[in-house]
């Protein structure tokens, strides 16, 4: 039983493409998140949807555009692929309230922009 | 000056040591604390949280907490080769709806 599942876990395509990657959590929780993290490691936030409402949005190129069609789903669309898209990303969920928010993450996808 | 600041390492301790991983932090409104593993190729995993100041213990980890010196750290004992990741701090602050501040990570090995 997956708790944060996502798919595709690979994902090789050409600059200019668009691409979706798509994540499901079956935890209950009431917020998803989306991360980045590029080849030095370095994990950072990009979006935040609690309830299906959209609550971080960090500085992010709008060519990423989340979408979450119920409180288990989000999605994340990427228009005209860069080079610089190249990374791994992680969809994560936590349940809302308390001061933990343990966050759960998903178990990545690799994108290569070639 | 970075958010969350961790030394990349790597550090290498022997098995059966202690390992001492430190995370500092800039933002007074720091409200939790997590400590991740991250094996090569997987996802983070966390191992502990902490919110209140003094130490938390789980196991083999124990978790330190002192805001005044917006210092946090996570001590392994008796380190094991399946400890050898990437340990990631994070800090979550309040009233930024519940998203985490990574630090870049240490890298831990443990040799045999």
């Known amino acids: 039983d997956t708790a944060v599942s996502q798919t595709p876990k690979y994902l090789v395509t050409q600059m200019g493409n668009d691409k979706s990657i798509k994540c499901e959590q079956n935890?209950?929780?009431?917020?998803m998140y989306w991360y980045k993290q590029d080849s030095k490691k370095f994990l950072k936030i990009m979006f935040s949807?609690?309830?299906?409402?959209?609550?971080i949005n960090e500085t992010v190129p709008n060519r990423f555009s989340p979408k979450s069609p119920d409180k288990a789903h989000l999605n994340l669309h990427i228009n005209s692929l860069e080079l610089g898209d190249s990374a791994v990303y992680f969809c994560?969920?936590?349940?809302?309230?308390?001061?933990?928010?343990?966050?759960?993450f998903g178990p990545g996808t690799r994108l290569t922009v070639t | 000056q970075k958010e969350v600041e961790q030394n990349s390492g790597p550090l290498s301790v022997p098995e059966g040591a202690i390992a001492s991983l430190n995370c500092t932090y800039s933002?007074?409104?720091?409200?939790?604390f997590f400590w991740y593993r991250q094996y090569s190729g997987k996802s983070p995993e966390l191992i502990m949280f902490?919110?209140?100041?003094g130490d938390k213990e789980d196991g083999r980890f124990t978790a330190q907490l002192n805001k005044a010196s917006q210092y946090v750290s996570l001590l392994i004992r008796d380190s094991q080769p399946s400890d050898s990741a990437t340990y990631l701090c994070?800090?979550?602050?309040?009233?930024?709806?519940?998203?985490?501040?990574f630090g870049q990570g240490t890298e831990l090995s443990v040799k045999p």
């Open positions: 994560a969920s936590s349940p809302l309230g308390g001061a933990s928010y343990e966050q759960y």
């Open positions: 935890l209950g929780h009431d917020t």
């Open positions: 949807y609690n309830n299906k409402e959209l609550i």
């Open positions: 933002d007074r409104g720091s409200q939790s």
């Open positions: 902490i919110y209140s100041n």
């Open positions: 994070a800090v979550r602050v309040y009233n930024q709806g519940g998203k985490l501040i």
